[in-house]
């Protein structure tokens, strides 16, 4: 069964920071572009960032920029969100999602592949 798995999310204080995982079951991440969005509550889901099979990271928000850093671990099938600097408006849930996508330079505008998310809550 073809399965993604966040975890990391929690409770944190502005300005603290939290490591969100992406990791997949029943198929490996070698050939697979991932991404990272978020949802908060009333708002439309957005992209916070993307990397390619490679670990070339393609897309970065720029209400993120300088703060989160995607990376991943093909050897553990994993994919990594580090969040640092979190402020009340980076609340929202977390998804990963994959994609079978062979480019390095671009990022896949749709994904095949769903996490159930996990929720960030970022107190002031």
């Known amino acids: 069964q073809v399965q993604l798995v966040e975890s990391g999310g929690g409770l944190v204080q502005a300005g603290g920071s939290l490591k969100l995982s992406c990791a997949a079951s029943?198929?490996?991440?070698?050939?697979?572009?991932i991404g990272w969005f978020r949802q908060a509550p009333g708002k439309e889901r957005e992209g916070v960032s993307c990397?390619?099979?490679?670990?070339?990271?393609?897309n970065v928000a720029d209400s993120v920029k300088g703060r989160f850093t995607i990376s991943r671990d093909n050897a553990k099938n994993t994919v990594y969100l580090q969040m640092n600097s979190l402020a009340p408006e980076d609340t929202a849930v977390y998804y990963c999602a994959a994609e079978a996508w062979y480019s390095d330079s671009s990022c896949p505008g749709l994904f095949d592949y769903w996490g159930q998310g996990t929720q960030v809550t970022v107190s002031s």
């Open positions: 990397i390619s099979r490679s670990g070339g990271v393609i």
């Open positions: 029943g198929f490996t991440l070698d050939h697979y572009a």
